[in-house]
């Protein structure tokens, strides 16, 4: 009932508030204020309901939630309560009240998330040095890398199995589709569709997307992302174990279609770690999942061949003259580079403080880029933005992070033999990783808080669905037997323990030494045993 009030107090004010625009400035506050309020209610409420389903809502609306608009602008002076701050607030307060009340059993941190934690810390500790000031920095700070780390910790919480990951890989999908129709759109008439700024060019051929994002790489890597997830999902849709019946007809023809349609908006933002993103995410998936190898072979050797045919008319295009080959910003990129790694030789291990790269640079070699909105842009590369801001402090831990992650995900890997949708799974989020880590030495993640957000948002995803492969090696524990009566109380006790799973009678056993269950959830397979045997100094008759 409430759902419904909810939703439909939103179409309300979406209906009505074109038309009070003749009251002036109080009826502009009036929409301001009501519509964030009406939508976070029903995105509040569903989330009550389905804490996974309010995250990818959130998801999918916090890339335009200030355009819609669904963040809550509080007045002069105070930041801002973007839909993202506050549903991260909300969804953490909602799964430890569920854990609190025995609804949810919360997973472990990891000893990842606590070296991110002290990537987080370094990061924090330079605020105080910022020449920005501490609102703008700690704004920053609070979107561009805290926030993500909370989408992490979420999404790794509320993606329990496979069936959730599918959910997500499918949400992702559809973000990247609107994604791929506003590149296109913006690349074919040239008009800029939320962003409040005049058309860009790369060159006298290609248009330089700004539209959602502002600039072409978070929006291109933004959208690649979306796809390794996506081709697992589309292997899992052409396997045996995917929908049935008119659902599997579907999903084979508008997923590919949709692949497709992101591929090709990644290809038209004619930005060239877009491009790189793309491949990466191809080898890696060519690499290391046979199956889904047999149906991209076919589309990349079909590609193949019309390039071989059109060669001339490929090396002579803008897209190799004007994009690939161009050069300029390669050496930009370079300049910027070895002025940052100059610069902190100051001070390696605590760096020179939070976003200070563009006017320490300026004031020491003369180096005088545009100002964007009153900020000197970064150093184009993020390792080195977190170099000069936190220092090596910052920096070791942040590439730790990365290793610890890809460790974790090989030894699933190696883990999950012989079943493919998990395999599929952490070769997408391999292909991630590297993408996200080869994009961040190319421009500023600190500026794209969007990409950020799906990427940690996906990290924990994939680790959360694929939690299960970490049990795939039995778990033996032994005692004294004092504080359980018998066999089959251990294993009653163990079987409370794993809400959600459902007992199977077929691997049920019991006897006088000894008992055991199977319990089933999704694809997966729990066994529990629990067996006595009597201490060597009892001395017992052998029969």
Same mark, same amino acid.
């Given at each position: 009932?409430?759902?419904?009030?909810?939703?439909?107090?939103?179409?309300?004010?979406?209906?009505?508030?074109?038309?009070?625009?003749?009251?002036?400035?109080?009826?502009?506050?009036?929409?301001?204020?009501?519509?964030?309020?009406?939508?976070?209610?029903?995105?509040?409420?569903?989330?009550?309901?389905?804490?996974?389903?309010?995250?990818?809502?959130?998801?999918?609306?916090?890339?335009?939630?200030?355009?819609?608009?669904?963040?809550?602008?509080?007045?002069?002076?105070?930041?801002?309560?973007?839909?993202?701050?506050?549903?991260?607030? $909300?969804?953490?307060?909602?799964?430890?009240?569920?854990?609190?009340?025995?609804?949810?059993?919360?997973?472990?941190?990891?000893?990842?998330?606590?070296?991110?934690?002290?990537?987080?810390?370094?990061?924090?500790?330079?605020?105080? *040095?910022?020449?920005?000031?501490?609102?703008?920095?700690?704004?920053?700070?609070?979107?561009?890398?805290?926030?993500?780390?909370?989408?992490?910790?979420?999404?790794?919480?509320?993606?329990?199995?496979?069936?959730?990951?599918?959910?997500?890989?499918?949400?992702?999908?559809?973000?990247?589709?609107?994604?791929?129709?506003?590149?296109?759109?913006?690349?074919?008439?040239?008009?800029?569709?939320?962003?409040?700024?005049?058309?860009?060019?790369?060159?006298?051929?290609?248009?330089?997307?700004?539209?959602?994002?502002?600039?072409?790489? @978070?929006?291109?890597?933004?959208?690649?992302?979306?796809?390794?997830?996506?081709?697992?999902?589309?292997?899992?849709?052409?396997?045996?174990?995917?929908?049935?019946?008119?659902?599997?007809?579907?999903?084979?023809?508008?997923?590919?279609?949709?692949?497709?349609?992101?591929?090709?908006?990644?290809?038209?933002?004619?930005?060239?770690?877009?491009?790189?993103?793309?491949?990466?995410?191809?080898?890696?998936?060519?690499?290391?999942?046979?199956?889904?190898?047999?149906?991209?072979?076919?589309?990349?050797?079909?590609?193949?061949?019309?390039?071989?045919?059109?060669?001339?008319?490929?090396?002579?295009?803008?897209?190799?003259?004007?994009?690939?080959?161009?050069?300029?910003?390669?050496?930009?990129?370079?300049?910027?580079?070895?002025?940052?790694?100059?610069?902190?030789?100051?001070?390696?291990?605590?760096?020179?403080?939070?976003?200070?790269?563009? @006017?320490?640079?300026?004031?020491?070699?003369?180096?005088?880029?545009?100002?964007?909105?009153?900020?000197?842009?970064?150093?184009?590369?993020?390792?080195?933005?977190?170099?000069?801001?936190?220092?090596?402090?910052?920096?070791? @831990?942040?590439?730790?992070?990365?290793?610890?992650?890809?460790?974790?995900?090989?030894?699933? $890997?190696?883990?999950?033999?012989?079943?493919?949708?998990?395999?599929?799974?952490?070769?997408?989020?391999?292909?991630?990783?590297?993408?996200?880590?080869?994009?961040?030495?190319?421009?500023?993640?600190? *500026?794209?808080?969007?990409?950020?957000?799906?990427?940690?948002?996906?990290?924990?995803?994939?680790?959360?669905?694929?939690?299960?492969?970490?049990?795939?090696?039995?778990?033996?524990?032994?005692?004294?037997?004092?504080?359980?009566?018998?066999?089959?109380?251990?294993?009653?006790?163990?079987?409370?323990?794993?809400?959600?799973?459902? *007992?199977?009678?077929?691997?049920?056993?019991?006897?006088?030494?000894?008992?055991?269950?199977?319990?089933?959830?999704?694809?997966?397979?729990?066994?529990?045993?629990?067996?006595?045997?009597?201490?060597?100094?009892?001395?017992?008759?052998?029969?």
């Amino acid at each position: 009932m409430l759902l419904a009030l909810a939703l439909g107090a939103l179409v309300g004010f979406v209906a009505v508030s074109p038309r009070l625009n003749g009251l002036g400035a109080p009826a502009d506050r009036l929409t301001e204020l009501l519509l964030p309020l009406a939508g976070i209610s029903l995105l509040l409420l569903i989330s009550v309901r389905s804490p996974l389903a309010g995250l990818l809502l959130t998801l999918l609306l916090a890339p335009y939630s200030r355009f819609i608009p669904l963040d809550l602008d509080l007045g002069a002076g105070i930041p801002a309560l973007s839909l993202a701050r506050l549903m991260a607030g $909300f969804l953490a307060v909602l799964l430890l009240y569920q854990a609190a009340r025995g609804q949810r059993r919360l997973r472990p941190l990891a000893w990842s998330d606590l070296v991110l934690a002290l990537f987080l810390l370094v990061m924090a500790l330079s605020v105080a *040095e910022s020449r920005y000031g501490y609102a703008f920095a700690l704004q920053s700070l609070l979107d561009a890398y805290l926030l993500p780390f909370v989408y992490l910790l979420l999404t790794r919480q509320l993606v329990r199995d496979r069936g959730d990951l599918r959910w997500f890989s499918a949400t992702l999908v559809l973000a990247g589709v609107g994604f791929a129709a506003l590149v296109i759109r913006e690349q074919l008439t040239g008009e800029v569709l939320f962003y409040g700024r005049e058309a860009a060019r790369y060159s006298r051929s290609f248009q330089k997307i700004i539209s959602l994002m502002g600039n072409a790489a @978070p929006m291109g890597i933004s959208t690649a992302m979306t796809l390794p997830l996506g081709l697992a999902l589309l292997a899992w849709v052409f396997s045996d174990k995917g929908p049935a019946g008119r659902g599997r007809t579907a999903a084979r023809v508008v997923l590919p279609l949709a692949l497709a349609v992101i591929a090709l908006g990644v290809y038209m933002t004619y930005n060239r770690a877009s491009w790189l993103s793309l491949v990466i995410t191809l080898l890696v998936f060519m690499a290391l999942r046979p199956r889904l190898r047999r149906l991209l072979l076919p589309v990349l050797l079909g590609l193949a061949l019309l390039a071989l045919i059109f060669w001339q008319s490929v090396i002579s295009s803008p897209a190799v003259n004007e994009r690939l080959l161009e050069d300029s910003s390669l050496g930009f990129r370079g300049q910027v580079a070895q002025l940052a790694l100059d610069m902190v030789q100051d001070d390696p291990l605590f760096g020179l403080g939070y976003y200070n790269f563009g @006017p320490i640079a300026k004031e020491r070699y003369g180096w005088d880029p545009a100002p964007i909105f009153g900020e000197y842009p970064p150093a184009h590369n993020s390792l080195m933005f977190i170099l000069v801001s936190g220092g090596l402090l910052a920096l070791l @831990p942040y590439l730790a992070w990365f290793a610890m992650v890809g460790w974790q995900g090989l030894r699933r $890997f190696q883990a999950s033999a012989g079943d493919e949708e998990t395999r599929d799974m952490l070769a997408a989020g391999a292909a991630l990783l590297l993408l996200y880590f080869a994009a961040s030495i190319t421009f500023d993640a600190v *500026e794209a808080t969007v990409m950020n957000l799906i990427f940690w948002a996906s990290i924990g995803a994939i680790w959360g669905g694929t939690q299960h492969a970490d049990a795939r090696r039995p778990q033996v524990a032994t005692g004294t037997g004092v504080d359980f009566d018998s066999p089959s109380a251990v294993v009653d006790t163990l079987k409370a323990l794993f809400a959600g799973w459902q *007992e199977e009678m077929l691997y049920a056993a019991g006897g006088p030494t000894g008992a055991g269950i199977g319990m089933t959830r999704d694809n997966a397979l729990l066994l529990i045993m629990a067996h006595w045997t009597p201490d060597p100094a009892a001395n017992c008759p052998v029969d």
